[in-house]
């Protein structure tokens, strides 16, 4: 499975951008996808998830209302709505594919990463 991460760039505090992933070379649709974000001098966290079938989400709290993760599973693509952005938000943002197989909190697959800058 190869992932791509696209859609960043350069916003102002209280804007918005819309991330997303598009998948090729597997069952898109068994695959639960999670957004991560890593900004310097800081260690990778999670943002935001979605399930292979669509119907779970997790939210990181950090996120919570300003983030909205979505699924089109006949385009092969995961979308993160973001607003509202905050400085703190700068980071480079990947996402990252996990097998149903995959127990745990492990990603089998991860895409190469795209810059988010929120000006302040």
């Known amino acids: 499975v190869q992932l791509q991460a696209f859609g960043g760039g350069l916003v102002q505090t209280g804007g918005s951008l819309r991330l997303s992933c598009a998948a090729s070379?597997?069952?898109?649709?068994?695959?639960?996808i999670g957004w991560f974000r890593q900004a310097p001098g800081n260690e990778r966290e999670l943002v935001a998830t979605?399930?292979?079938?669509?119907?779970?989400?997790y939210y990181a709290d950090f996120v919570k209302g300003r983030f909205t993760i979505t699924r089109d599973n006949a385009k092969n693509t995961v979308n993160l709505q973001m607003n509202f952005l905050k400085p703190e938000d700068t980071a480079v943002y990947y996402c990252?594919?996990?097998?149903?197989?995959?127990?745990?909190?492990?990603?089998?697959?991860w895409g190469q990463g795209t810059q988010v800058t929120v000006s302040s």
């Open positions: 070379g597997g069952t898109f649709s068994a695959l639960t």
């Open positions: 979605i399930a292979w079938t669509g119907s779970s989400t």
């Open positions: 990252a594919a996990q097998k149903r197989t995959t127990t745990g909190s492990r990603y089998d697959y």
